[in-house]
């Protein structure tokens, strides 16, 4: 099997073309045409996973967040980055990313959180038009006071704390939520009708939220990770036989809480 195989089925489920502007989704490190027996899956590809992979003889690894972001000036071992660049080109090593592309499909990363509290009702949060777009909105199967909101929550998400902003009076029906970095989508969130918001890296004044209207801050690696499972079980269901696997050290979360 070679690389194109592998990217083409993952850009049928999540296409590169609706990926943002900014972003840097698709192969970072190597061919189309690399042969490849074994594949390794994380969240982050950084150089601990570069090891991993080379350990377990994975010639291919992806990823939601793209290793190279941006046009690197220099490619050193002393930058994590680099790191893993020379990590994986010295092994043979393709490495793919699969990002916004896969934030903005419905049965994405968005989609998955919904999934996780059982929302009905579900559809995109800011459309582009085409049905996709970055994060969705739906309802609980049974309204939810505040308390009972961040109670189910801290259990689907598994979540020993969170950051929330004022606990709103009355019931919550309506639920938006995006993976990841999702400050940009409150005013959309709002304009849904749905009075609780969960995404991650929220910034201080985004929690003077207005009256009825709640924000929940739940991680951006906590609401993301859900990314691998599904790219997982979409390479297993086609390619049965093909040595998929999951990385060991799947907690690659650079933030610790004490």
Not at 134 to 156: C, I, M, R, T
Request: hydrophobic fraction near 45%; proline fraction near 4%; glycine fraction near 10%.
């Amino acid at each position: 099997m070679k690389v194109k195989d592998i990217t083409a089925l993952i850009e049928e489920f999540a296409p590169l073309s609706i990926q943002e502007g900014w972003d840097n989704s698709g192969l970072c490190v190597g061919s189309p045409e690399d042969e490849v027996t074994s594949v390794l899956l994380g969240l982050d590809c950084t150089p601990e996973l570069v090891d991993e992979a080379v350990e377990c003889g994975a010639d291919m690894i992806i990823t939601h967040h793209p290793l190279i972001f941006s046009g690197l000036k220099k490619i050193s071992p002393d930058d994590l980055t680099g790191a893993a660049v020379i990590k994986a080109i010295k092994a043979g090593i393709s490495i793919y990313a699969a990002h916004t592309n896969a934030d903005k499909v419905i049965a994405g990363v968005s989609g998955a959180m919904a999934a996780k509290l059982g929302l009905e009702n579900v559809e995109i949060l800011d459309e582009d038009g085409d049905g996709t777009g970055l994060g969705v909105v739906g309802d609980f199967p049974q309204p939810l006071s505040a308390e009972e909101a961040v109670a189910l929550v801290k259990e689907k998400f598994g979540l020993k704390v969170m950051k929330t902003s004022r606990p709103i009076d009355g019931k919550i029906s309506r639920v938006a939520m995006c993976g990841g970095s999702g400050g940009s989508l409150i005013k959309a969130a709002v304009a849904s009708g749905a009075q609780l918001y969960i995404s991650g890296d929220i910034s201080y004044h985004n929690f003077f939220a207005r009256e009825g209207f709640m924000i929940m801050d739940i991680g951006h690696y906590e609401s993301e990770i859900e990314i691998v499972d599904i790219l997982f079980s979409l390479l297993k269901k086609n390619f049965p036989t093909f040595a998929v696997r999951i990385t060991q050290n799947i907690y690659s979360n650079p933030i610790f809480y004490f």
